[in-house]
């Protein structure tokens, strides 16, 4: 039970049955506060700590951080091809397999999130224009893992696993006295 606290310390996703107006602004502003807040939670970390699992068994707090610059790429490519296409396949990705490749050990934390505060500045640019003809968030794209979602219910799974990854890291440095 504890190892799944701290692999799910938000709990797991429970999506909105019918995402409102309000519901998107609220989650536009989480996934506008992602980068800085990530960046405020281990910006000042040493290597040992950025080195460390964030629970047994799971992610180095640097891994995740790569992870997030990652997934969130790969989610505003989806996005973008929703908005575009008609009902794309999304794309999907080992994210195991790229936890375990060489830039996800030795490249800085700095370039993932000097990665994700541009991803996230052109992401909010564009979510926050689409706020003006909310029917676009109806649009859809097909995920391997979660089948046919709106782009209302990406939006919600996008600012859920950014707050997820975050409240992983800041559960470590609680427990280990790094605040």
């Keep these: 039970m504890e190892e799944d606290r701290m692999r799910y310390p938000l709990g797991r996703l ?5 995402p409102t107006t309000e519901d998107l602004e609220r989650w536009i ?4 506060g992602i980068a800085a807040t990530l960046r ?3 910006e000042k970390l040493t290597m040992a700590q950025l080195l460390t699992p964030y629970r047994p068994g799971g992610w180095t707090v640097l891994q995740v951080v790569h992870h997030l610059a990652d997934t ?33 050990r030795v490249t800085p934390a700095e370039v993932s999130l000097a990665m994700l505060g541009a991803l ?6 564009l979510l926050q224009d689409l706020l003006q003809t909310p029917a676009q ?6 995920s391997p893992k979660h089948g046919v979602m709106t782009l209302a ?10 707050r997820h990854h975050i409240a992983q890291i800041t559960g470590l440095k609680s427990r280990m006295g790094w605040n």
């Design 72 to 104: 969130d790429l790969n989610a505003y490519f989806r996005f973008k091809r929703a908005l575009t296409e008609d009902e794309p396949q999304a794309s999907t990705f080992r994210e195991d397999a790229f936890a375990e490749l060489a830039d996800y």
């Design 137 to 142: 968030f109806r649009r859809t794209f097909t």
């Design 40 to 42: 405020s939670e281990v």
């Design 14 to 18: 429970v999506p909105a049955a019918n």
């Design 29 to 32: 502003m989480d996934i506008g």
């Design 153 to 162: 219910q990406a939006v919600e799974r996008f600012a859920w696993h950014g």
């Design 120 to 125: 996230h500045r052109r992401f909010l640019d």
